[in-house]
């Protein structure tokens, strides 16, 4: 049976879409992607060095990948504004992964100025994917601005904390039942994009959790089962949580 | 001549005399393909790089694609 996961128009198998940062060579960033089956990636947009050092990072990409450029590094709307601009520029794609972060710290996000630039961007007729806080609110608010999809954490960029509070993804799951869901940084390890998609996110967004690892080739194929895994339980209706057991075997007819 | 001092992604750079972007960004030695330039705030369209001229003050950023989450 056949699960494709569409966002705006665009069909992809995999549910599953990793980043492209701290790997530690291009080689394992190659054989990680293809590994995990991600269809997209994630790229950042930066400054070119000016002492003719940069390389051209793209040509190590597969070119089959979809390419999502974020707004990484950017504090303010209008920062992540001109950087989506850039980036559509660059790469004549209308995608952007819209991330204002508020704090260099904790690289949350700054809710108030994702919302003002996805509104900006979306009347430029951007597809404007939003990393934003777990808020249901916040989400609906994304949504009306017009973004196809919202892209709430689940723990701090990079800390591999997990689902920090699977309470909101399931509120989120349950009130917008017909929202694109991506659970986007915090990830760590397989069971934690299982929780997430056990809970009802639609994909997955991870980098560090695939890059850091001693071996990111093979923790991107775990994580390619773990949201498959994830997915087939949410789709399956998990069996109620209840605090006594109820026996699996017949009681009655047990010998005495 | 007085000397133009235009800033390119963060640093001040003088320039002996008025370019256009295209020679601009050619002197950078970049390998050519999926850059983006903006200047003042505003993104220049590649196909308008050679009628760009570069202005005493102007602020310019260039910028590619590097890895990222």
């Known amino acids: 049976m056949s699960d494709n996961f569409t966002l705006a128009n665009t069909t992809f198998s995999s549910r599953l ?20 089956g ?6 950042a ?28 590094g950017c504090y303010d709307a209008e920062h992540a504004v001109r950087t989506a601009r850039l980036a559509r520029e660059a790469l004549e794609t209308e995608w952007i992964k819209l991330e ?24 430029e007729g951007f597809i404007v994917l939003p990393y934003f806080t777990d808020d249901l609110i916040m989400a609906k608010k994304l949504l009306d601005a017009g973004c196809p999809a919202v892209m709430p954490l689940a723990a701090p960029i990079g800390s591999g904390m997990g689902v920090q509070n699977p309470s909101n ?4 799951r349950e009130q917008l039942p017909d929202a694109t869901i991506i659970v986007d940084a915090g990830v760590g390890v397989p069971s934690d994009a299982a929780i997430a998609m056990e ?13 850091e690892a001693s071996d990111a080739a093979r923790m991107a194929t775990a994580m390619n089962y773990a949201v498959q895994a994830g997915r087939l339980a949410y789709l399956s209706g998990r069996m109620p949580k209840r605090l006594y057991a109820s026996a699996s075997s017949p009681i009655e007819g047990a010998i005495k | 001549m007085p000397e133009i001092l235009i800033t390119l992604n963060g640093e001040q750079l003088p320039i002996a005399d008025e370019i256009d972007l295209e020679t601009l960004v050619g002197q950078l030695a970049l390998p050519a393909k999926r850059l983006a330039v903006e200047m003042n705030g505003n993104v220049v369209r590649r196909s308008d790089w050679p009628q760009t001229t570069v202005s005493n003050g102007d602020r310019i950023e260039v910028v590619h694609f590097v890895g990222g989450g």
């Open chain 1, 17 to 36: 879409i990793i980043g492209t940062g701290k790997y530690r060579s291009y080689d394992e960033m190659k054989a990680a992607h293809i590994a995990s």
């Open chain 1, 38 to 43: 991600a269809e997209m990636v994630t790229v």
């Open chain 1, 45 to 72: 947009v930066n400054r070119v060095p000016l002492d003719g050092s940069a390389e051209s990072f793209l040509d190590h990409l597969d070119p089959k990948m979809k390419i999502l450029p974020n707004t990484a």
């Open chain 1, 100 to 123: 204002v972060i508020g704090d260099p710290i904790t690289l949350l996000p700054d809710n108030e100025q994702t919302l003002e630039a996805a509104r900006v961007l979306v009347k």
């Open chain 1, 169 to 172: 993804l399931r509120i989120m």
């Open chain 1, 199 to 211: 809970l009802g996110a639609d994909a997955i967004l991870m980098n560090t959790a695939i890059a």
